[in-house]
């Protein structure tokens, strides 16, 4: 059934309402002169309608709303796409049960077949993890990923970064000490999203694998003290990652929502983060916000502990899930590589394997 009314028309579908402005009836026109039809782009350009548009006629035909413009240009759109427009592209995201260990798939499969891949890369964006085991023990391997991940995304230092006791030391990682939960390169303004740690051999004593769900950390921050919460979201802090050849830095908050108030990344690095300028307002209260959030990363309920074997490659929403390691005995060999992605590519593979 259709109303219309002073500025839109309004649309009944038994218990669904639809009100739909005339500017967006005009510019959602579904008609091939409106679209290029190749490329179901849209061509018309909405300045070109005067802003207090109207129609002149309006019939449901079909389940097309069906409009004739004072221009006399016809409009018309299956009211089944308006339906769907709620449908959401990507599964949603869930908490961890607890006792949570990353879904593990194999990695041969994970690029092979489609139906693997399209289950993984969904528990990769419900949950911001998983493992890919059996996976190759040659180095670059990496660089395969690409066909389900997307491109590389390619950061100073290395493009597959080597985390070993015997390379080129620029970070903590790269000695035996225990590493707290962090994301890496919080020192770049567009941190890299997606981060995969390919355990090549893995022979030492301890170096168990942690993972920490920061986003439920940031939730629980959010409903416990909200203050803190908007402070850590509005004030800047500065990280910085440097050997003699690169220098990255970046000044960001620690907590990045969208316009409706949705979590989209938590940045978070102890090592890389560097002093802040004590003239800066609202130094003292940050650190309060701080001391806080800190202590809730290292709160065990937010962990997942695992061993990562040699052979296994863990898939991390980085901007979600922050990864740690405990200290090893440099008894054996322990090799790692690392790589970063794009999330955006990983989760729109959701879309074309669905297909
Ligand atoms: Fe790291
Ligand atoms: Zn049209």
Redesign the pocket.
């Given at each position: 059934m259709i109303e219309i009314k002073d500025n839109s028309i309004l649309l009944s579908d038994g218990s669904n309402q639809y009100d739909l402005p005339f500017l967006w009836l005009r510019d959602n026109c579904q008609c091939n002169e409106c679209r290029i039809t190749e490329t179901q782009e849209k061509q018309f350009l909405l300045h070109s309608v005067p802003v207090d548009i109207a129609p002149k006629h309006v019939e449901e035909i079909e389940n097309n709303i069906n409009i004739i413009w004072p221009d006399d240009h016809k409009t018309f759109i299956p009211i089944e796409l308006i339906k769907k427009l709620h449908l959401s592209r990507y599964p949603k995201h869930s908490s961890w049960p607890n006792e949570f260990e990353p879904e593990k798939y194999n990695w041969s499969e994970f690029l092979d077949s489609k139906k693997t891949a399209l289950e993984a890369l969904k528990t990769f964006v419900t949950y911001g993890v998983i493992i890919l085991k059996n996976a190759p023990q040659e180095s670059n391997s990496l660089e395969l990923l690409a066909k389900r991940l997307g491109p590389i995304n390619e950061v100073l230092f290395e493009r597959i970064h080597n985390v070993s006791v015997t390379g080129h030391i620029y970070?903590v990682?790269h000695t035996p000490k225990g590493?707290p939960p962090?994301?890496?390169f919080a020192s770049y303004n567009a941190q890299p999203s997606v981060?995969v740690?390919h355990m090549l051999e893995n022979e030492c004593e301890g170096g168990e694998s942690i993972i920490v769900d920061g986003w439920q950390v940031v939730k629980d921050l959010k409903a416990d003290i909200p203050e803190y919460f908007y402070i850590l979201q509005n004030f800047n802090v500065p990280f910085r990652e440097f050997d003699e050849d690169n220098e990255t830095y970046a000044e960001a908050p620690l907590i990045k929502c969208t316009s409706d108030g949705t979590i989209e990344s938590f940045r978070f690095s102890n090592q890389l983060m560097q002093m802040i300028d004590p003239r800066k307002d609202g130094v003292g209260k940050f650190y309060k916000a701080y001391h806080e959030i800190s202590s809730r990363v290292h709160d065990k309920k937010y962990h997942s502990t695992f061993r990562l074997n040699g052979g296994e490659a863990l898939v991390v929403a980085s901007l979600r899930v922050l990864?740690a390691r405990e200290p090893f005995e440099p008894n054996g060999k322990r090799h790692l590589q690392?790589a970063y992605f794009t999330y955006d590519n990983a989760a729109n593979n959701i879309v074309l394997l669905s297909n």
């Open positions: 970070n990682a590493l962090h994301n890496d981060q740690l990864h690392d």
